[in-house]
């Protein structure tokens, strides 16, 4: 029951130049914002109750 919950959680992330963070559904693929040029990329979990947001792992699409 508590990996479901943590794999709910898990949403995807690129980080862009300039710093600029956009997170967004794990149901997109990275490739969808190839055009933005991304810096990073991988997937997040949000720790609302502990203000963090836990990044990890790669894009295979983007070689990032």
Not at 1 to 21: A, V
Not at 47 to 53: L, N, T
């Amino acid at each position: 029951m508590e990996t479901k919950i943590l794999q709910e959680k898990i949403q995807k992330y690129m980080r862009l130049d300039g710093n600029e963070i956009i997170i967004f559904s794990k149901n997109l693929e990275h490739f969808s914002f190839k055009h933005l040029t991304p810096i990073t990329i991988g997937s997040c979990i949000i720790d609302a109750d502990k203000k963090k947001v836990h990044c990890f792992g790669l894009s295979i699409t983007l070689h990032l």
